[in-house]
């Protein structure tokens, strides 16, 4: 969580380099696994470090056109 915020969501990007691949509905493609922090970190990730993700709704990438 950011220190005072409601957190955020967990948002995986895939690419492709050079390989063309389909992704069918429902198909895993990984698994994330959340531990917690023996200690808290001298830095929070968030808005101070210039995220492009803190406190963003969920949405298609920009290489998604709506039809």
Not at 6 to 22: C, K, M, N, Q, T
Not at 28 to 48: A, K, N
């Amino acid at each position: 969580r950011e220190a005072g915020g409601a957190g955020s969501r967990i948002v995986l990007e895939v690419r492709s380099h050079d390989v063309p691949f389909i992704l069918e509905h429902g198909q895993i493609v990984g698994r994330f696994v959340l531990e917690r922090l023996t200690d808290r970190p001298s830095v929070l990730y968030g808005s101070g470090l210039g995220s492009n993700y803190q406190k963003q709704g969920l949405k298609l990438s920009k290489h998604f056109r709506a039809k």
